[in-house]
């Protein structure tokens, strides 16, 4: 779903690989196409999935030997007659996608789009085709009404639903502070600290607030953020 993975199943230096050969990523087993190999440039093609399944992902990139490829585009027929496929997510980077790419995939309910970079020249015009009105295209907000237009032109059945990606709202509250801090339970550090640490994706700069509650700044306080990934700073 867009991290890197791993592969091994080719020549053990990268320098040895040529454009348009086909290499297996040990991750998932799916079949990748050198598409650019010179210098600090490194670009694949997501040829197939190893074998279908109801859930698929191209991801953003796979290393190959230590260095990273961007898997830039989809090859035509991919997911093609896979009647098994329900959901497949694309990455970031891909710019091009072939033609019936998801022809014949009958099951399938949700595609989603994380790329921006789809523009009418790198979309065949039958990209795609075959997707039924059961099937919903998710994409990047900002490219909502291009990406609709570009569609339709590109195969997509006007039943078909494109909607943007939502990005879901969390809130998180986390009661298990070290029971020797005391304060937690007179509420002082739950209602200054909570808050804080988990706004913004669950992170805060600095503990601070939780040793001004506290007005120790105790060894089991800084043990506990330390614990959770967050810096305790002096």
Same mark, same amino acid.
Not at 147 to 167: A, D, E, P, T
Not at 181 to 194: K, L, N, T
């Given at each position: 779903?867009?991290?890197?993975?791993?592969?091994?199943?080719?020549?053990?230096?990268?320098?040895?690989?040529?454009?348009?050969?086909?290499?297996?990523?040990?991750?998932?087993?799916?079949?990748?196409?050198?598409?650019?190999?010179?210098?600090?440039?490194?670009?694949?093609?997501?040829?197939?999935?190893?074998?279908?399944?109801?859930?698929?992902?191209?991801?953003?990139?796979?290393?190959?030997?230590?260095?990273?490829?961007? $898997?830039?585009? %989809?090859?035509?027929?991919? #997911?093609?007659?896979? @009647? &098994? !496929? *329900? +959901?497949? =997510? /694309?990455?970031?980077? $891909?710019?091009? %996608?072939?033609?019936?790419? #998801?022809?014949?995939? @009958? &099951? !399938? *309910? +949700?595609? =989603? /789009?994380?790329?921006?970079?789809?523009?009418?020249?790198?979309?065949?015009?039958?990209?795609? @085709?075959?997707?039924?009105?059961? =099937?919903?295209?998710?994409?990047?907000?900002?490219?909502?009404?291009?990406?609709?237009?570009?569609? @339709?032109?590109?195969?997509?059945?006007?039943?078909?639903?494109?909607?943007?990606?939502?990005?879901?709202?969390?809130?998180?509250?986390?009661?298990?502070?070290?029971?020797?801090?005391?304060?937690?339970?007179?509420?002082?550090?739950?209602?200054?600290?909570?808050?804080?640490?988990?706004?913004?994706?669950?992170?805060?700069?600095?503990?601070?607030?939780?040793?001004?509650?506290?007005?120790?700044?105790?060894?089991?306080?800084?043990?506990?953020?330390?614990?959770?990934?967050?810096?305790?700073?002096?």
């Amino acid at each position: 779903t867009g991290k890197e993975e791993t592969t091994n199943e080719q020549p053990s230096n990268t320098n040895t690989l040529t454009v348009g050969q086909v290499v297996v990523n040990k991750a998932d087993g799916s079949f990748y196409t050198i598409k650019k190999n010179a210098g600090k440039v490194h670009e694949v093609e997501y040829k197939a999935p190893k074998q279908k399944t109801d859930k698929d992902a191209v991801p953003d990139s796979i290393k190959i030997n230590g260095a990273t490829y961007k $898997v830039t585009s %989809i090859a035509k027929s991919a #997911f093609k007659n896979n @009647k &098994k !496929l *329900k +959901t497949v =997510t /694309i990455g970031k980077n $891909v710019s091009k %996608i072939g033609e019936n790419v #998801f022809s014949g995939c @009958k &099951k !399938l *309910k +949700t595609i =989603t /789009i994380k790329s921006t970079k789809l523009k009418a020249k790198t979309l065949s015009k039958s990209t795609f @085709k075959g997707i039924t009105k059961a =099937t919903t295209v998710k994409v990047p907000k900002k490219k909502l009404s291009a990406y609709k237009k570009l569609f @339709k032109s590109r195969g997509l059945s006007s039943k078909v639903k494109v909607k943007h990606i939502k990005v879901r709202q969390t809130t998180l509250q986390y009661t298990g502070f070290p029971a020797d801090c005391s304060v937690v339970f007179s509420g002082a550090i739950y209602g200054r600290i909570g808050i804080e640490y988990f706004q913004k994706n669950g992170k805060m700069k600095s503990v601070n607030p939780c040793r001004d509650a506290c007005g120790s700044g105790c060894i089991t306080c800084d043990t506990f953020f330390n614990s959770v990934g967050l810096a305790v700073l002096s």
